[in-house]
C-alpha cells in the first residue's frame, strides 16, 4: 500500500466532491434540499419537488459518487496495491479524507462562515437549523461521525476495492 498516493488522491478526491458540491449548492441552494437538516426540509414554503430529489440522486451517485469511485480504483491500481482488504483500507481512508474535508471545507467554513447567507434556501430565511450549533449537532456531526465512517466508506471501499480486483484482471 501506498500511503503518499493514497492520501494524496483522497485529497484530489476530496477537492473534486466539495468543488463541485460547493458550486451545485452555490448555484442553486434549493438543488441540494436532501443535504440540509431536517428542521429546515421541514420549515421550507414550498417542500422538495420529486424533479429537485431526482436530480440531486441522480447527481451524487452519477455526478459525484462514480466518478470517484472510478478515479480511486483506477490510482490504487496504477499504485501497484493488491489484495482485496489492502484494496479496501486504501478505499476507506480514501473516502474518510473526502469525508473530513466536507466537513472542514463545506460545513464549517463555507456554509457557516464564508458564504453562509448564499446557501440559505429560498423560504426558510431566519430558520434557526442555520445556526451553528444547530447545524452541527442536527446534520453534519451525526452525517461525518456516524453515517459516512460507519455506512457509506465501508460501502465505497468495497465496492472500490471490487473494481479494483475487476480492473487488475482486465
Known amino acids: 500500500m501506498n500511503w503518499t498516493r493514497t492520501i494524496l488522491d483522497g485529497l484530489a478526491m476530496a477537492a473534486y466532491f466539495n468543488l463541485f458540491a460547493a458550486a ?16 429546515i426540509i421541514k420549515a421550507a414554503e414550498e417542500p422538495p419537488t420529486k424533479a429537485e430529489n431526482r436530480f440531486y440522486w441522480l447527481w ?23 489484495g482485496f482488504w489492502r484494496l479496501a483500507l486504501t478505499g476507506y481512508i480514501q473516502w474518510m479524507i473526502v469525508n473530513v474535508c466536507d ?7 463555507l456554509i457557516q462562515k464564508k458564504a453562509k447567507r448564499r446557501f440559505v434556501i429560498p423560504g426558510t430565511e431566519g430558520q434557526p437549523g442555520y445556526e451553528f ?7 453534519a456531526l451525526p452525517e461525518h461521525l456516524l453515517q459516512w465512517p460507519l455506512l457509506l466508506c465501508p460501502l465505497m471501499a468495497a465496492a472500490q476495492a471490487g ?4 480492473l487488475q484482471k482486465i
Open 133 to 139: 450549533k444547530a447545524w452541527m449537532k442536527g446534520y
Open 103 to 109: 466537513l472542514i471545507f463545506l460545513d464549517l467554513w
Open 60 to 82: 451524487i451517485c452519477f455526478g459525484e459518487w462514480l466518478p470517484l469511485l472510478l478515479y480511486g480504483a483506477v490510482s490504487t491500481v496504477e499504485g501497484g496495491t493488491t
Open 24 to 39: 451545485v449548492a452555490l448555484y442553486k441552494p434549493r438543488l441540494m434540499f436532501p443535504c440540509y437538516p431536517p428542521a
Open 163 to 166: 473494481l479494483c480486483l475487476l
